[in-house]
């Protein structure tokens, strides 16, 4: 099976939908927004064990005083959650805003022109807002074809260079593409399981904790 067999349709748009949540290190102006899909919703695992929950404790552990709010949710796309974007800044008025949204763009088969564009907005608006923004990219599996995967992959690129936001280049990467993917996936061998999270944050971390200082 090819290592990045989670992103085939009917497994990655997931049929539920996950509630946004809020968790608590609440604490001195610095507010951290994940703004993502099943991949940040804990699509599949218990609650509080997913990379956005490690983000907490990492922090916790670092003494960086932050409140983390995931308003991730299943299935969402770049043009969900740039309808969602302005209530959510509004209402949390984050520091620092993660986007992790694209993947159902493509496996929706919706133009990598316009995911571009809703990526580009996100990041106009939160900066606008007074946020930092960081990007985290995704990329296709080879059955879609190597130049619209490499299209694909290139528009976190683009976006963050255009409008200077940070990028993870692939939130999955060591995972989806590593010598032994199997067994970092659930059952489904589409999601990313509990093993799995610590990999993802890591991935995360060095670009968060350099928009952080």
Same mark, same amino acid.
């Given at each position: 099976?090819?290592?990045?067999?989670?992103?085939?349709?009917?497994?990655?748009?997931?049929?539920?939908?996950?509630? /946004?949540?809020?968790?608590?290190?609440?604490?001195?102006?610095?507010?951290?927004?994940?703004?993502?899909?099943?991949?940040?919703?804990?699509?599949?695992? $218990?609650?509080?064990?997913?990379?956005?929950?490690?983000?907490?404790?990492?922090?916790?552990?670092?003494?960086? %005083?932050?409140?983390? #709010?995931?308003?991730?949710?299943?299935?969402?796309?770049?043009?969900?959650?740039?309808?969602?974007?302005?209530? =959510?800044?509004?209402?949390?008025? $984050?520091?620092?805003?993660?986007?992790? =949204?694209?993947?159902?763009?493509?496996?929706?088969?919706?133009?990598?022109?316009?995911?571009?564009?809703?990526?580009?907005?996100?990041?106009?608006?939160?900066?606008?807002?007074?946020?930092?923004?960081?990007?985290?990219?995704?990329?296709? /599996?080879?059955?879609?074809?190597?130049?619209?995967?490499?299209?694909?992959? %290139?528009?976190?690129?683009?976006?963050?260079?255009?409008?200077?936001?940070? #990028?993870?280049?692939?939130?999955?990467?060591?995972?989806?593409?590593? $010598?032994?993917?199997?067994?970092?996936?659930?059952?489904?061998?589409?999601?990313?399981?509990?093993?799995?999270?610590?990999?993802? =944050?890591?991935?995360?971390?060095?670009?968060?904790?350099?928009?952080?200082?």
């Amino acid at each position: 099976m090819e290592a990045l067999v989670f992103l085939r349709r009917r497994h990655f748009i997931a049929a539920g939908l996950a509630a /946004p949540f809020s968790s608590a290190v609440r604490a001195a102006g610095t507010t951290v927004m994940v703004l993502g899909d099943s991949l940040s919703a804990e699509y599949g695992l $218990p609650r509080g064990s997913g990379w956005v929950a490690l983000l907490e404790r990492r922090l916790a552990d670092e003494k960086i %005083d932050a409140t983390v #709010v995931n308003a991730s949710i299943s299935g969402d796309t770049t043009s969900g959650g740039r309808s969602r974007l302005p209530a =959510l800044l509004a209402r949390h008025q $984050p520091t620092h805003v993660v986007v992790e =949204l694209g993947g159902n763009d493509a496996l929706r088969g919706l133009p990598l022109e316009m995911t571009r564009a809703n990526l580009a907005a996100m990041v106009q608006a939160a900066q606008k807002a007074g946020a930092q923004v960081l990007l985290l990219g995704m990329q296709l /599996p080879p059955n879609y074809g190597a130049q619209y995967g490499q299209r694909f992959a %290139d528009l976190y690129q683009q976006v963050a260079r255009e409008h200077r936001a940070a #990028v993870v280049p692939f939130l999955l990467a060591g995972i989806a593409d590593g $010598p032994d993917s199997t067994r970092l996936f659930q059952p489904d061998r589409i999601h990313p399981n509990v093993d799995a999270q610590a990999r993802m =944050l890591a991935n995360v971390w060095p670009q968060l904790r350099k928009l952080l200082k």
